[in-house]
């Protein structure tokens, strides 16, 4: 850090203090020496003397702001000044001390001060990152991010038929939209069908079309959302709970291309490649019956698996800072950074909501801050509450591991109210599991 200050005694001073810190500093006597300094060692905070000759402190921070708009400047100033410090801090100023200084007030300050331009410098950085990635979608820098994304744009230049897999609110419909971006077919539409949203009979029209007098309210025809893909990408969501009679439609168009619209006698082919998601395991739904095999064999040519959020909690921070971003602007906030303790926060939590949940915690905390940085206390109240409380059990040596799972898990309980399915996630474990061990121990 740079101290600039008229009076070399004071700098001496000061030198002192914060070396016992820790702190590399170097001194200018004037504002015109400092913004030399500042030119040659780019230091990360300085600290001056609101009142110089030559060149207030105020000006040389208008001055090196230019050089650098992210470095902290703390002032130094009289008791009679303190106004003229709290427009200075208006200006961009970090913080100021006031004269006679003490010890730990300056040293309290510089910390916070040093931290601010931490803070500010990862956002930066991750800002940059974000930059590069936001035309893909998909955000991450984990090791299982960008194997995900890797694999993605491997299949992307091809006509194969990809199954997506993923929890709710990982991001599927993403994954989706980068295949299709990346893929020769990315001039022409992305048609997108929920299936689980459609009654049965509805879905088949949507898919496939009508022709006048298909049923009562048919008039006219109606092209379905194969033939409004045509060029492009149909991706069909929760594609195992579409009906059998409509997957065994979907089955012909996958195997040779060709169908007819409800009512109609016309053969028609289709020119879209189909992508297909499910938050259900697909092998699971034939097995119940839910999915045809056939039609499964013919979706899972290749399968890529969204990871939850808690198996990627290095993705967390940039998520984040990326929702941060996108909420700032059209909330109009002026929001700069995410405080190390609520980024701790975010990265302990389990997320059973997944990004989608993430996305609407930074929202919130968006809205609610009052400054311009996000805290703990502008986090939703379980994420906050997780942090300040966390499960702490007590256990002598060569307890039994039973009884170590029974207050783990009775533990958990408590602290989600009861809701079983949450308590799972949080433990790593099936529900099937943890309602196994509940049925035991009601039976002991």
Not at 60 to 70: K, Q, S, T, V
Not at 124 to 139: G, H, K, M, V
Request: aromatic share 4%; charged share 30%.
């Amino acid at each position: 850090m740079l101290v600039v200050d008229d009076e070399e005694a004071n700098r001496l001073i000061l030198e002192r203090i914060l070396n016992r810190e820790g702190l590399k500093i170097t001194h200018a006597g004037d504002g015109q020496e400092a913004l030399v300094r500042i030119r040659e060692s780019r230091p990360d905070l300085v600290l001056t003397d609101l009142k110089m000759p030559k060149m207030s402190g105020m000006e040389l921070m208008r001055a090196a702001h230019e050089l650098d708009p992210d470095l902290q400047f703390v002032l130094m100033t009289a008791y009679g000044t303190v106004e003229t410090a709290v427009s200075a801090m208006k200006e961009g100023a970090y913080d100021f001390v006031t004269k006679p200084l003490r010890r730990t007030e300056i040293v309290r300050t510089v910390q916070n001060a040093l931290e601010k331009r931490a803070l500010v410098r990862e956002n930066r950085s991750l800002r940059d990152q974000l930059e590069r990635t936001r035309n893909e979608d998909l955000i991450g820098h984990s090791s299982t991010m960008q194997a995900l994304i890797e694999d993605a744009s491997q299949v992307a230049d091809s006509m194969a038929s990809v199954l997506i897999t993923g929890e709710s609110g990982t991001g599927k419909g993403l994954l989706a939209r980068f295949v299709h971006r990346n893929s020769p077919r990315r001039e022409g539409p992305l048609i997108t069908v929920n299936c689980g949203a459609l009654p049965d009979n509805l879905l088949e029209s949507e898919l496939f079309g009508y022709e006048p007098g298909a049923f009562t309210g048919a008039r006219g025809r109606k092209e379905g959302r194969f033939d409004a893909a045509a060029g492009g990408t149909l991706f069909l969501d929760e594609i195992t709970e579409m009906a059998p009679a409509v997957q065994a439609k979907l089955l012909r168009v996958l195997q040779d291309g060709n169908y007819e619209r409800l009512g109609g006698t016309k053969t028609l082919h289709s020119d879209a490649r189909v992508l297909a998601a499910t938050n259900r395991d697909p092998r699971e739904a034939v097995q119940s019956g839910v999915l045809r095999e056939d039609l499964y064999y013919r979706l899972d040519v290749i399968r890529i698996h969204l990871p939850p959020l808690r198996e990627r909690q290095d993705d967390i921070p940039m998520l984040a800072r990326h929702f941060v971003a996108f909420y700032t602007r059209r909330h109009a906030r002026k929001i700069t950074a995410i405080a190390p303790e609520a980024i701790e926060a975010l990265q302990t939590w389990s997320w059973p909501g997944n990004v989608r949940e993430l996305e609407n915690a930074i929202e919130r905390a968006v809205v609610l801050c009052r400054k311009d940085t996000i805290t703990l206390q502008d986090l939703p109240p379980g994420l906050a509450a997780q942090r300040a409380n966390p499960i702490r059990l007590t256990f002598e040596v060569g307890s039994p591991l039973s009884l170590v799972e029974r207050k783990m898990i009775e533990a958990t309980l408590r602290r989600v109210d009861g809701d079983k399915t949450r308590a799972a996630q949080l433990l790593g474990v099936t529900s099937r599991t943890l309602y196994r061990r509940l049925a035991e121990w009601r039976e002991q």
